[in-house]
């Protein structure tokens, strides 16, 4: 009997373990940052950024940033319709108004057109959620955030190993976020990091990550503003210096395991894949499938495929307008239709060839009834 193929799972070697056990026997006391300040370094480093602050998750990352922004009640931030929850709550428990606005096609991200065409005098700022690994277009949405004054966000949360030209994802807008979830290309288990080249609003967030501590304040346990606790533990970070050790390796296997998708999948007609167009690098989190609207082929009966072969792919993101909380934007056609007839496939670090020869034959058999 065939195993049951996972969607993803996270790459673990000896290495994380020797560190998180050294983190969880030493850890402590003077040394209970220890891991987290060689994370922070690593990460920055590797990004070619000032400053980096590990954080719980990448959507408190998110909220301490747009915090630190002064983001809040009356303002309207835009985002794309296409993308899961973590992008926009941060947006609502601050109080501000989100703008869905629709997607392009072929990356699945923001329609920089559509993007200014929806900026008003409320308008903050602008968070370009790289879905998937594909890339927004930064140099439309920095040109129109610096001619509106609005700033642009990058939710990196899916994009590591993406990158623009030759800046990685995530170091290009005024700030940047990643998730180290145990989905993620790179895992701590849980947990985030906030990334920025503005050693200002690296302060403020320092301040508010901290229960509003400011590091030049001399008295001890004084908070001078009211602020949050998204910290990293020790013991997560630690995994995490060991994956950014090994981060080219992560980011290589995600590109080797597109290629062959890429090779089982090219010949057929009917459907298309992640794009990476020219200048562009594509980590490739999550290789998805998008069938073309005349196969007839519908989210239903992607899941119901894909779970009768005992494999464990996953829907692609519901938009964000169709969820009850969120008012309904029927004009965003192309987020809607794309949601309808794709599915994301499995890409864990250890997948073999015959893994992902199961899941091509599945696309297959669709593609034959």
């Not at 959507?59 to 983001?71: M, N």
């Not at 926009?88 to 993007?115: E, N, R, T, Y």
Request: hydrophobic residues 45%.
């Amino acid at each position: 009997m065939s195993k049951r193929i996972a969607y993803t799972k996270p790459s673990i070697t000896e290495l994380e373990v020797t560190y998180a056990t050294d983190a969880a026997r030493h850890g402590w006391g003077a040394h209970c940052y220890d891991y987290i300040h060689r994370l922070e370094r690593g990460f920055a480093a590797h990004l070619d950024v000032k400053h980096a602050i590990a954080t719980s998750s990448c959507t408190g990352a998110l909220h301490l940033g747009l915090a630190a922004l002064g983001i809040g009640p009356g303002d309207e931030v835009i985002l794309a319709d296409s993308n899961w929850i973590a992008s926009v709550a941060p947006v609502v428990h601050l109080g501000a108004k989100p703008v869905f606005v629709d997607i392009l096609s072929d990356s699945w991200c923001l329609d920089p057109d559509l993007v200014e065409a929806a900026i008003t005098p409320r308008t903050r700022a602008i968070i370009a959620v790289h879905l998937y690994g594909s890339m927004c277009d930064m140099d439309r949405l920095r040109e129109i955030g610096a001619r509106h004054d609005v700033a642009i966000i990058e939710d990196a949360a899916e994009a590591i190993g993406s990158a623009w030209g030759g800046k990685c994802a995530g170091s290009m807008g005024a700030f940047g976020t990643f998730s180290f979830h145990g989905t993620k290309t790179m895992t701590t288990g849980e947990g985030g990091m906030f990334v920025t080249n503005d050693s200002s609003l690296f302060e403020r967030v320092t301040t508010l990550s901290n229960h509003g501590r400011d590091a030049s304040e001399p008295r001890q346990f004084f908070p001078t503003v009211t602020g949050y606790k998204f910290k990293i533990s020790n013991i997560a970070a630690a995994i995490g210096c060991a994956q950014i050790e090994r981060i080219d390796e992560l980011i290589a296997r995600k590109r080797a395991i597109m290629a062959s998708y890429r090779q089982l999948l090219g010949p057929l007609s009917g459907i298309s894949l992640n794009a990476e167009p020219d200048g562009v690098t594509n980590g490739y989190w999550m290789p998805s499938v998008v069938f073309d609207r005349a196969t007839g082929v519908t989210r239903n009966m992607l899941i119901e495929a894909f779970q009768a072969a005992d494999i464990d792919a996953r829907v692609f993101f519901w938009p964000l307008s169709e969820l009850p909380m969120f008012d309904a934007r029927p004009d965003n056609l192309t987020a809607h239709d794309v949601a309808s007839r794709a599915i994301n496939l499995p890409s864990y670090h250890d997948m073999d060839e015959n893994a992902q020869m199961r899941v091509a034959n599945v696309i297959r058999d669709l593609l034959k009834a």
